[in-house]
């Protein structure tokens, strides 16, 4: 054992009755408690079961709950951050966000309002979807309370595209909509993970016109985790950061239940290893979508999913208490 939790004011952890009963009661993130049974909350778990915006195959819906099922046996200790992300900071899972599912002008509205009201109350934010939609609303409430954020998007896609069917909101057009609302910190945009068939080259052109730099899944294997790592932290600086997980980054064998799969991704490994990589950067809240449940075998979608959440929320909770820490010695 090399840390301790921090002797403050002490968050409400997982119950840890008894450790080899993971697997029973009603599942929250990581076995949280709820938000209405804590009051408030540094860092809100929140789904938004909504996948009326995909292109391909539906169901990620279901992705929410199936990552909350997947996360029963995430323990205290994160050994690779050196960090107890549920006990440096209060964690607790919010429940979900209700979205129209015939509706997606109506849905894109609701979730606006729903993370603004979490976020109103001081909390980050690590939402599970959901299709890929939703992060534009999560960005509009974001940069209501940040300004425009530096964006790191781990995707086999680029989610830049004009529409789909003359349809603004879809899972693949979020980060189009948020460049143009003015809602993203130009200067620092990066895709990861991008691989796969485009409609057309000038798909590329204009996802660069809109300010992203892309480290693609191949610049990955080539150039290794350590120096992507370093490229994208000298991109990203102290600016506020908003990550955006599509778990379809991961290969389709790290990841098979998902709606869009695309051949040569990142390994979970790499996936972890690069958001560890990340941890002194000022990450603000982040999201992780498109799980489509219904094509996994064995949870290896869900699990990835429910890993890869626990590294942002210990990125997330490790400054927390950092800046908690920072505030009482500069009292005293
Ligand atoms: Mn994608
Ligand atoms: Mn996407």
Request: aromatic content about 6%; some cysteine; proline content about 6%.
């Amino acid at each position: 054992m090399t840390a301790n939790p921090p002797d403050m004011a002490m968050p409400v952890p997982p119950q840890e009755t008894d450790a080899t009963l993971h697997f029973t009661g009603p599942a929250t993130f990581g076995r949280v408690p709820r938000l209405d049974q804590v009051g408030t909350t540094d860092i809100a778990v929140v789904g938004v079961p909504f996948d009326a915006g995909v292109s391909y195959r539906p169901g990620a819906r279901f992705g929410s709950n199936a990552v909350r099922e997947a996360s029963r046996q995430l323990r205290p200790y994160n050994p690779a951050q050196d960090v107890y992300p549920f006990h440096y900071a209060q964690v607790a899972d919010a429940g979900d966000i209700t979205a129209n599912p015939h509706n997606i002008d109506a849905a894109v509205e609701s979730i606006e309002e729903g993370t603004d009201a979490l976020l109103s109350t001081g909390a980050q934010l690590m939402t599970l979807g959901g299709d890929h939609t939703i992060a534009l609303p999560i960005l509009r409430s974001v940069a209501r309370r940040h300004g425009p954020v530096a964006l790191l998007h781990f995707d086999a896609h680029l989610d830049t595209w004009d529409s789909y069917f003359g349809t603004q909101y879809t899972h693949g057009t979020p980060f189009r909509r948020a460049a143009e609302e003015g809602l993203l910190d130009t200067s620092a945009l990066s895709h990861v993970g991008t691989r796969g068939s485009l409609y057309s080259k000038e798909d590329l052109d204009e996802d660069t016109k809109l300010g992203f730099g892309i480290v693609t899944s191949a610049d990955v294997m080539r150039r290794g985790v350590d120096e992507v790592v370093q490229q994208l932290k000298e991109r990203i600086g102290k600016r506020p950061l908003y990550i955006s997980v599509d778990i379809d980054v991961l290969d389709p064998a790290h990841a098979p239940g998902t709606g869009t799969p695309e051949a040569g991704g990142l390994t979970s490994r790499e996936l972890l290893e690069i958001v560890r990589g990340l941890s002194d950067c000022h990450l603000v809240s982040a999201d992780l979508v498109e799980v489509a449940p219904a094509y996994d075998h064995a949870e290896i979608t869900s699990v990835a999913a429910s890993h890869t959440a626990y590294e942002l929320i210990s990125v997330m909770s490790r400054q927390i208490a950092f800046f908690r820490w920072l505030e009482a010695n500069e009292q005293s």
